[in-house]
């Protein structure tokens, strides 16, 4: 009876330390990655991938349903649940969530095109989902995953060697990438655009409303990456030519932010000499800021877009300024700075 009892609270225990060991966030993500290894940003039925909704049969069922073709690394999909499981292994050891991401880091290196660019969707080549992009810093949010494990950095030093090597080569294909498409102007680099043709890598469009153009947000994050590598030539030479390209297409005298106009939420462009701002699409030859539309048109004048678009969509944003005022001088200090 003695050992019998003794038994019991043995496994009672063991029951206790293991519940403690699953990390509830992990364990969905876990159960969310489809076959080919990533995530998708939505179920087959089109409904948004939701962690915080407790998984019932009905949710299980949905999330079984839903096949290879929603794998993507947009909006954070993919890169976010590859970092949150690499941070609940460190903090359980449980071997499930190493095993997880290995296999998310698997699918970026299996969707990395040879020219170093990522699609925003694998396989799914349908519409502009084949496209290089970096539209919502999707290729920087996966490099960065990569740069990690290379480097072993921010707890990923757990990940299996031969994959850390893989890594290595992918990281230096993306860098490439990177510098091979930074748009010139009259031989100059100026910054990056959305997205590119996947054989060509020459500028692209994607949604109706999202035209080939000079994109501000998005070359923001590439500059910030770029600076988290060894600063080679090529690379200062484009950081340096990103950031002049910054200072020159600059506007001053403008803020742009969300309020309320009649009871509805709107998105407001005034005029305010303490702020600056930079429109979120540049023409690639003039630099002029230019808008999309629904129907495909283009527009230079902000309030000649229609209302839905207007309100609905982030035109403007002030991001530069943080990296020309304080990253830059930082990453310029602690290195040699070349023509």
Not at 122 to 151: C, F, H
Not at 164 to 173: D, F, G, N, T, V
Request: a positive charge; one cysteine or more.
């Amino acid at each position: 009876m003695i050992k019998s009892g003794i038994s019991i609270a043995v496994l009672c225990f063991t029951t206790v330390v293991s519940a403690q060991m699953k990390d509830t966030l992990a364990e969905k993500i876990v159960l969310y990655q489809l076959p080919v290894g990533g995530w998708g940003k939505q179920l087959n039925d089109k409904s948004v991938v939701n962690y915080n909704m407790p998984v019932d049969k009905n949710l299980l069922r949905k999330i079984k349903a839903t096949g290879d073709d929603h794998a993507t690394i947009d909006n954070n999909a993919t890169s976010r649940e590859i970092n949150i499981l690499i941070k609940a292994y460190a903090a359980t050891k449980n071997p499930e969530y190493l095993k997880s991401a290995e296999k998310g880091i698997h699918y970026l290196l299996l969707m990395q095109y040879d020219n170093g660019g990522f699609p925003q969707y694998y396989p799914n080549t349908g519409l502009y989902r084949k496209q290089v992009t970096y539209n919502d810093n999707a290729m920087i949010n996966a490099l960065t995953v990569l740069y990690n494990v290379a480097e072993g950095k921010n707890d990923f030093d757990a990940v299996d060697s031969k994959l850390r090597e893989k890594s290595k080569a992918a990281l230096q294909k993306g860098i490439e990438c990177i510098l091979k498409t930074q748009v010139l102007q009259k031989g100059s680099p100026s910054i990056w655009a959305d997205q590119y043709n996947e054989i060509t890598l020459q500028p692209d469009k994607a949604r109706a409303f999202e035209p080939i153009s000079l994109a501000t947000g998005e070359s923001v994050g590439i500059i910030r990456f770029l600076m988290m590598q060894p600063a080679t030539p090529e690379i200062q030479k484009s950081i340096n030519a990103a950031i002049e390209w910054f200072k020159s297409n600059k506007m001053e005298g403008y803020s742009y932010h969300v309020g309320q106009q009649n009871g509805k939420t709107v998105r407001i462009l005034a005029e305010d000499k303490n702020s600056v701002i930079w429109a979120r699409f540049y023409d690639l030859h003039t630099n002029k800021p230019l808008f999309g539309d629904r129907d495909g048109s283009v527009k230079y004048n902000y309030n000649d877009i229609s209302e839905e678009r207007r309100n609905g969509y982030s035109w403007f944003g002030d991001s530069p300024q943080k990296l020309i005022d304080k990253e830059y001088p930082k990453w310029k200090l602690k290195n040699t700075i070349g023509g």
